[in-house]
């Protein structure tokens, strides 16, 4: 996981309530515990055609769409089931963060744990980046604050989860990371009293 401070991005939008973990990542495509090669897959039934051609109509396949790392997604994304692999798709499709006005908490949880930042901003923030699609933001994991428009809206996160972010660790890595402390305190607590 890379260390997440600041992403300067255009915007890409859905503006679809209700984003289910399918419609990300299609089940058939739950065959692997690999991160990687999940991206090709993200929105594969919005992307692609009968054929497995791309979709000329779909937002997600336009030329420009390497630069949109911000994901902007209508009201409860990320709801249904608890697949770690809907990050996962997102991360490797290049999607660094998504803002909504509501994003499903199991999936808010999975993001934060693999490093794709779910920012959730008010009602008037989230219209306003709805109606204009491939707007420069700017999300700042530090100040948790989101930059836009001449504006800067505050975000939720966590104490843990914002360090964890900034230092590009997970919760493994954490404990890791303090593995000396932990012995530390395991010798003592063994010791005869």
């Known amino acids: ?20 973990t399918d419609q990300i990542i299609p089940a058939r495509f739950l065959t692997t515990t690999q991160r990687d090669g999940l991206g090709v897959h ?27 790392h911000v994901l902007v997604a209508g009201e409860n994304f990320g709801c249904g089931s608890s697949r770690e692999h809907a990050p996962w798709a997102l991360l490797d499709f290049g999607i660094e963060a998504v803002v909504s006005s509501g994003i499903a908490d199991i999936f808010r949880a999975n993001s ?7 920012v959730i901003v008010d009602a008037a923030s989230h219209q306003w980046l709805l109606e204009h699609p491939g707007a420069p933001v700017e999300v700042d994991v530090e100040a948790t604050e989101l930059r ?12 843990f989860s914002r360090y964890c972010l900034l230092n590009g660790i997970d919760q493994l890595g954490f404990l890791l990371e303090n593995e000396p402390a932990i012995s530390a305190f395991e010798r003592r607590a063994a010791a005869p009293a």
């Open 1 to 20: 996981m890379n260390a997440i401070q600041l992403i300067v991005s255009k915007t890409v939008v859905l503006p679809q309530n209700d984003i289910d």
């Open 42 to 68: 993200a929105f594969a039934d919005w992307r692609y055609g009968g054929d497995g051609q791309p979709r000329a109509d779909c937002v997600l396949n336009q030329p420009d769409i390497e630069q949109c």
């Open 112 to 118: 934060l744990k693999n490093g794709l930042v779910p």
């Open 148 to 159: 836009f428009d001449g504006r800067s809206v505050t975000f939720p996160i966590d104490a």
